[in-house]
């Protein structure tokens, strides 16, 4: 019997999750993990492609190849549309968004010992801020892909709607809850009335009282905490001699974003930085960034940011190992510097909040509880911006990287009929 599911395809992470008897379950996708890396992995030296924790751990092992991440940030924006070379072939982006989800509904079919046919995809409030066509566009995009992976009936769900459904299996008393899912590449926030009676109406529109979203994510916060932090090293902000000039600041804002470091490697761009090491000021830095383009080593030093970053959720200070970039060089990074780094994008999550409760025409003492989710809510100052407007509400943390899932599957199984 096909088993109908939902699909968190996130930018980071993804999930999938079945409800049985009325309960959601999360796929044991792979060593046991229900969230896996969204990444594939193109070896070139056993030609094959690899998905999720696999694709990580080739790519960790040093493995000849190429690393895909990030490419739901891709869906809306016209790189979609192009082409990218992985050896001798050229692939679609569509064909590798499908191929992902491919491997997730062959992955959960092999767990779930059913065909999975029927999915709920999550989708964030806004796949391109401010503009409603790309919007539309990335959905379809993404619906597209869906099907192209085998997937028979397709439908969409907000992340922070589902992410309300998973919090609902546990209110004892209805109330107003604020819903914040704070992922790799979103933050997106729900408004809904929930409660124990409501949970089983078929029509839950009325009690959805507003959603909003913003593109800010934990990517954007690996790429200013690097630009703020290592960047400097490799001659970001770098005096050229002649014209008072500086050092392009592209190379390092793509050097800070998983999707676009592979340009950085093509030769054309390489010449042109070493082109530049006769005027520059500071000639050992570039140095260093042609080092780390030579040895490909882009996204393993946004990796060890990236860690940093979330070592710092749990403490105040931490080091980022730069010895094999800098001789010796471990370089201290403190929480008020990730603060500071990443402000615009804290200012930005406290504004959509406060937009949302205006527009629901609710004030702060109308919300009951707050309930975070996703990798990026274990950031000390990302839950203040959250909470700073509706300071009363209780604060309740949910399965950060499990509860869209578990609400999408809960949605699945009442629109196409669960047992
Ligand atoms: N403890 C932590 N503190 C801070 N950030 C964290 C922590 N754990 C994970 N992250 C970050 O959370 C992000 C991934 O979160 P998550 O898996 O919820 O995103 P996603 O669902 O893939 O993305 P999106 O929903 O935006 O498409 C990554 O940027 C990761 O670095
Ligand atoms: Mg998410």
Redesign the pocket.
Known sequence: MPRPCGI?F?????SVGVARGGRATLLPLQDGAS?VP?ALFFSFEDDTTTFGREAMDRYRMGEGGRLLRSI?TLLGTSLFEEMTQVRSRRYHFSEIVSSFLAFLRTTGEACESAPLEDVVLGR?VFFVDDDETADRTAQQQLEAAAHAAGFRSISFQL?PIAAALDYEQTVAKEEIALVA?I????SDFSLVRVGPLLKGKADRRGDILGANGVRV???D??RQLSTATLMPFLGRNSRLKTKGLETPAWYYSDLGTWHRINSLYERKVVTEIRGLLRDSAEPEKIERLLSVLDLRKGHELLGRV?QA??AL?GETETRIDLADVVAGLQLPVARTELETAISAGLQRIEARVAALLVDAGLAASDVGTVFIT???S??PAVRTAITRGVPEARVIAGD??GS?ATGLALDAARRYGGT
């Open positions: 968190d996130g930018t980071s992470n993804s969230s969204t739901k964030p992340e899912d992922g790799g590449g979103t994510g934990g990517t916060f690996d990236e970053k979330i959720s996703g990798g990026s274990g950031i950060a990287f869209v």
